[in-house]
């Protein structure tokens, strides 16, 4: 098993900014993938970003030049710094992990951009 902790979320102002973690513990492989995921009300689940532990990314056109995903290997950390966030990127987001036979997710974490 492996355990997502997600924090960072909250209300910020359109061209505001926020930084999301989220701490992986448990069963960790040593080739795995983590990343961000999003969900609008009555909309389906969206890739936002993902990065292996090599530090191959692959990020979403709609979030490119203003998200950017990184990670800490030694903490089993993933982070996704948000800038320039714009009322569309409202939903909730979730971290995820998988090692290719395997797929855990967090339990989501607000972001509301509104003025």
């Known amino acids: 098993q492996v355990q997502l902790v997600e924090s960072g979320g909250g209300l910020v102002q359109p061209g505001g900014s926020l930084r999301l973690a989220c701490a992986a513990s448990g069963s960790i492989s040593s080739i795995n993938t983590m990343g961000w995921y999003r969900q609008a009300p009555g909309k389906q689940r969206d890739l936002v970003a993902t990065?292996?532990?090599?530090?191959?990314?692959n990020v979403a056109d709609s979030v490119k030049g203003r998200f950017t995903i990184s990670r800490d290997n030694a903490k089993n950390t993933v982070y996704l710094q948000m800038n320039n966030l714009k009322p569309e990127d409202t939903a909730v987001y979730y971290c995820?992990?998988?090692?290719?036979?395997?797929?855990?997710w967090g339990q989501g974490t607000q972001v509301t951009v509104s003025s």
């Open positions: 990065i292996t532990r090599s530090g191959y990314t």
């Open positions: 995820n992990y998988r090692d290719g036979i395997r797929s855990y």
